[in-house]
């Protein structure tokens, strides 16, 4: 098993649980639809709003899609053969940052490392790996003591969780420079993203009964979104560039739920046809994000004619999620040749 490649779940089935694991692929490819029509909107300001991150508080389709994706990396590590070692998840790691600091550079025409997406990745992943060092019954202490950390920290901090006055803003500013939603400040309660994840995964792989594991996971499911909610009431608002504790469990409880829906459509009622293009997707999440990635920079000096194209189609609106689109219909053809001749790339 791999961090962002499916290993047995992309593979196919060769036994009843084996088959199972498909819902898993379909979750992480439908991260990587959100991902593509997120990032390649044609027109920002014509996107509509539930494609647009939330300007600081709130909580929108795109803001759900990174923490997904950071879950479902979660998922996958209790259904890896073995165990990941200290040298493979260093090594994995190492790769993402590379490889996510080259996408950057390249964006950006500056090369030398830097933080984005992948890089937030390789850093959750690392760290919850640690945390699963730990005796399996401190896990959930310390990932909620985290939480709970973190909580005091926004309270305590005379700017709260305000812009530019809050103590992740402060801290950024002081070791980076400045702030950013991609910063290291973020990676303490991610990492909890990426071990709720692990929970949902244990669901999957230690309950041999079909009714377990969808019981488990609503259980989950439903735990996490109270708490949430709980903490949203007690002031904790929703908050994608800061992390917070509310916006880790209620995220974690949408993905806990999909995940439960994805494992009864797909895994129980042999919906694989329906699901095949989010399952090719996901099999190849790490390729698909960075040939894509790569190819919104190339695009970008033709991209205001297709944008012009296709506003005089159908409108602004149009053209913003159209030119979007383009990149997910364009990934998932790589992904299902790559899917048929059974070609998985691994980090």
Same mark, same amino acid.
């Given at each position: 098993?791999?961090?962002?490649?499916?290993?047995?779940?992309?593979?196919?089935?060769?036994?009843?649980?084996?088959?199972?694991?498909?819902?898993?692929?379909?979750?992480?490819?439908?991260?990587?639809?959100?991902?593509?029509?997120?990032?390649?909107?044609?027109?920002? $300001?014509?996107?509509?709003? &539930?494609?647009?991150?939330?300007?600081?508080?709130?909580?929108?389709?795109?803001?759900?899609?990174?923490?997904?994706?950071?879950?479902?990396?979660?998922?996958?590590?209790?259904?890896?053969?073995?165990?990941?070692?200290?040298?493979?998840?260093?090594?994995?790691?190492?790769?993402?940052?590379?490889?996510?600091?080259?996408?950057?550079?390249?964006?950006?025409?500056?090369?030398?490392?830097?933080?984005?997406?992948?890089?937030?990745?390789?850093?959750?992943?690392?760290?919850?790996?640690?945390?699963?060092?730990?005796?399996?019954?401190?896990?959930?202490?310390?990932?909620?003591?985290?939480?709970?950390?973190?909580?005091?920290?926004?309270?305590?901090?005379?700017?709260?969780? &305000?812009?530019?006055?809050?103590?992740?803003?402060?801290?950024? &500013?002081?070791?980076?420079?400045?702030?950013?939603? &991609?910063? +290291?400040?973020?990676?303490?309660?991610?990492?909890?993203?990426?071990?709720?994840?692990?929970? $949902?995964?244990?669901?999957?792989?230690?309950?041999?009964?079909?009714?377990?594991?969808?019981?488990?996971?609503?259980?989950?499911?439903?735990?996490?979104?109270?708490?949430?909610?709980?903490?949203?009431?007690?002031?904790?608002?929703?908050?994608?560039?800061?992390?917070?504790?509310?916006?880790?469990?209620?995220?974690?409880?949408?993905?806990?739920?999909?995940?439960?829906?994805?494992?009864?459509?797909?895994?129980?009622?042999?919906?694989?046809?329906?699901?095949?293009?989010?399952?090719?997707?996901?099999?190849? $999440?790490?390729?698909?994000?960075?040939?894509?990635?790569?190819?919104?920079?190339?695009?970008? +000096?033709?991209?205001?004619?297709?944008?012009?194209?296709?506003?005089?189609?159908?409108?602004?609106?149009?053209?913003?999620?159209?030119?979007?689109?383009?990149?997910?219909?364009?990934?998932?053809?790589?992904?299902?040749?790559?899917?048929?001749?059974?070609?998985?790339?691994?980090?």
């Amino acid at each position: 098993m791999t961090l962002l490649d499916t290993g047995t779940a992309a593979r196919p089935a060769t036994s009843p649980r084996r088959s199972r694991l498909l819902a898993v692929d379909a979750l992480r490819g439908l991260a990587v639809v959100g991902m593509l029509l997120v990032n390649n909107t044609g027109l920002p $300001a014509s996107t509509p709003a &539930e494609l647009a991150h939330s300007d600081w508080h709130g909580l929108t389709i795109a803001d759900l899609v990174f923490p997904l994706f950071l879950f479902v990396v979660g998922v996958a590590v209790p259904l890896a053969k073995t165990p990941a070692s200290l040298r493979s998840v260093l090594r994995r790691s190492a790769l993402l940052f590379v490889i996510g600091s080259l996408l950057v550079s390249a964006k950006h025409a500056h090369f030398g490392p830097s933080t984005g997406v992948l890089q937030h990745i390789a850093g959750a992943y690392l760290l919850c790996w640690l945390l699963l060092r730990l005796p399996r019954r401190w896990q959930p202490v310390v990932a909620i003591g985290l939480l709970g950390a973190v909580w005091a920290a926004y309270a305590m901090w005379g700017g709260g969780y &305000e812009p530019t006055q809050n103590v992740a803003a402060r801290v950024d &500013e002081a070791l980076l420079g400045r702030f950013s939603a &991609e910063q +290291p400040h973020n990676l303490p309660t991610s990492m909890v993203s990426v071990w709720f994840g692990v929970l $949902a995964g244990r669901a999957l792989v230690e309950h041999r009964d079909a009714e377990h594991r969808l019981a488990r996971l609503l259980l989950l499911a439903s735990s996490t979104l109270v708490a949430g909610l709980a903490l949203v009431l007690a002031g904790v608002p929703l908050n994608k560039p800061l992390w917070t504790p509310s916006y880790v469990l209620i995220t974690a409880g949408i993905g806990t739920t999909l995940l439960a829906a994805a494992h009864q459509v797909v895994d129980r009622w042999g919906a694989r046809a329906p699901a095949r293009p989010l399952v090719v997707l996901g099999a190849n $999440a790490i390729a698909v994000y960075v040939v894509t990635s790569l190819a919104a920079v190339l695009a970008s +000096p033709w991209r205001a004619r297709v944008v012009d194209a296709l506003r005089s189609l159908g409108g602004a609106r149009f053209a913003a999620v159209a030119y979007a689109t383009l990149f997910v219909v364009a990934g998932w053809a790589m992904c299902e040749a790559l899917y048929r001749r059974r070609y998985f790339i691994k980090l």
